[in-house]
């Protein structure tokens, strides 16, 4: 079952560029750097009462991020939400018809488990699905 929005995303060229402005615009710090090997992209995290803003800043060139950047540029990337069983969402959105880039769960930034659905199928939005893999209570 999605729970609610987790986190938006958002692209960016760099980093050390952005974090000070999204600081400014947001009044709050940055509370977490983290890069994601797997996914070639360097995040940065804001909280912002009980969501997120997650920015995006690609670690190679052959990143989904770079890639992004050089059809779109920067600007909103993708919407996450959080559920309490990942696979079973999965599985009921392939059910229900939607493709889904990854067809099992994999690790993401900020200690989630994560998968994405294919925006051809979500009417060209990339949506995230996440799961806590530690209690953060």
Known sequence: ??????????????????????????NTPCYKKETVGSEGVMTA???VGPNKIELLEATNPDSPIAKFLVTKGKG????AFETDN?????????ASGFELIHQSPKPGADHKMIAFLHPK?????LVELCQDTQDNA
């Open 121 to 125: 199928s979500s009417d060209k939005l």
């Open 45 to 47: 995290f804001f909280q």
């Open 86 to 94: 990942i696979q079973a969402e999965i599985e009921r959105l392939i």
């Open 76 to 79: 909103f990337h993708h919407v």
């Open 1 to 26: 079952m999605l729970l609610r929005i987790e986190h938006l995303g958002i692209a960016v060229d760099s980093l050390a560029e952005s974090i000070p402005l999204y600081e400014a615009l947001l």
